[in-house]
């Protein structure tokens, strides 16, 4: 059994606020398997980018994480700064949103990646030049060369995207994160950065782990999907069986409330009732219960925890359905 | 003569961007909007599609008479909104209505939800006691899926689809004959954004109010509206039936746009079906000559270069604006 590049535990994540602890993320558990594409699924405010950004060590500062996130077996939640540092720059790659929050505004884009490709992989200048160069060849940037001597602001969205995706893989990772990539981006813009990671997902070894609120977005790039609520973990598995058979009425409800090109227009689409939950306010039971229509007392008194269902699949429900 | 609510013709909107410097350049301006025409019959939803930049907002604004279009005119049921009176103008701004993408910011934070919803009222319908304001105003908190008990607080109490369904309360409180939306789900949570598509569904249905649906989403653009343009740098591409369009897009943008939203299928992995475009929409300050989509269209030719397109009628209620459709996708 190979071991899994990330090993995830009981990450929970909690931010002060006055004197109240705000629960962002509860008991998150999941592997990231070599070379695999992880999608992980919520709407906003759900804790997909905190549980990120936990095991990075990248929380704002009333943020406090506790659990266990083990990096080919060594622990690296809560470690001290230098090595976190080591280690973003150079074996765990992360891709924000907003690129320009990604990629210091006063350096030439050239710069930016050949100081990462001589700190972390030793190269000389010229031989970092020359990677940064590759770089931007390879997340298919219009005359590279030129570009190299770029600012930042003198790039379009896309083409900063591009840039900062180089910029998370020169250094060969092992993990790529990508934190809603393309959401600020127009459908055609999007269409060519998802080709990119899907390209860069089949021709090198890094695992991608894709943080998105666009179902539509994973169906096609992701091996497995992480479904999250309220911040909880609510279902994992393999994609083609979440989109055949979820198992958790909140997946299910996704599914069919979603605008496809596929659905009939003319036909309403089964909207999920309610809001999602506000994390001051979560209820003692089930986050979704307020919204599920299989809710018993049960639900509203015990939280469901993520349980194996079989080898490959989990969910965390106490009435899950039969995935058929 | 038809009997069209809404006609916009050969619309134009222009912004003057700086001036042209001191030897006299002139000032420059932007074409947000070039050479607009459609109509929108009572009842239907008209979709609007395109990417950043295409003059979907600047058309609904034209409509609305929030900017003023430098060619072109817009008629409401006929007469000409640049021509109308003082009168005529007031009961215009009742019988259109606006819902914007921003739900929060789109509310004044001041007024309770209550005072915010009943207050088109005040101005259109002066004759309304307050009390007969006040039950109208409960009504409608009641239909658009909020409590009559929430009249008194404010918007930064709501979440965002809330705050959409007291934006479209104010709207329809008036009983308007044509309902803009900007963009109006497109900052909603996945699963809050079918409730407050199906409620304007709804509405429509209910009251027959006619609706121009804007948005970047297409999939959301094609559960809303009946017939849909697409635009591209300001620029009509192709104003298409629904069903028409998705099955069988004529003109290389639509074609393209369509092909770039990721299906939900996980059959259909990304590389081998999600088309991507070469590169970037254009400045709208320098838009390429001729066909404004050439420098990204795969079927460019130098014609496309020399010559705008002109629109042609490919079907009943559906025409596009490309030099080569004939001979494409056959
Ligand atoms: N510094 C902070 N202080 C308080 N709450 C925070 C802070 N950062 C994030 N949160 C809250 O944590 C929750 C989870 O956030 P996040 O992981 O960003 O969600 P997602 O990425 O799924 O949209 C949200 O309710 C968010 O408002
Ligand atoms: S635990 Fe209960 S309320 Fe929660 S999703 Fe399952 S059935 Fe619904
Ligand atoms: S006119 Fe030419 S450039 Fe424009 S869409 Fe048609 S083929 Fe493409
Ligand atoms: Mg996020």
Redesign the pocket.
Known sequence: MVEPVLKIRDLS?S???GDQQ?A??SNVSFDLNEEECLGIV??????????F?AALGL?????RATGSVLYRGQEILNAPRHELDELRGNRLGMVFQDALSGLTPTMRIGQQLAESAERHLGMSPAEARARALEMLEIVSIPDPAQRLNAYPFELSGGMRQRVMIALAMICKPDVLIA??PTTALDVTVQAQILRLLDGLKRHTKTSVVM?T?DLAVVAGLCDRILI?YG?RPVELGATAEIFSGPLHPYTAGLLRSMPTLSIDPEVDLPAIPGQPP??SQLPAGCAFAERCERASDRCLREDPLLTARTNARSVACHFPLDGN | MTDALLQVEALNVDYAVGSGGLLGGGRKFLRAVSDISFEINAGETLGIVGETGCGKSSLGKAILNLVTPSGGRVLWRGRDVTKMDRKELRALRSEMQIVFQDPLSSLNPRMTVGEIVAEPLRVHAPELSAEQRNKAMIEMLERVGLRADMQNRYPNEFSGGQCQRISIARAMIVKPKLIVCDEAVSALDVSIQAQICNLLRDLQRETGVSMLFISHDLAVVRYMAQRILVMYLGNLMELSPRDELFERPRHPYSRALIGAVPEADPNLRIVDSLVALEGEIPSPLSPPSGCVFRTRCPNATPACVGSVPQREAVGPAHTLACHHWRTLYD
């Open positions: 994540v931010f002060a606020a705000l962002a993320v919520g709407e906003s405010g759900s804790g997909k980018s905190q549980t950004l929380l704002a500062r009333n943020g934190d809603e943080i609120h999250m911040g506000d994390i």
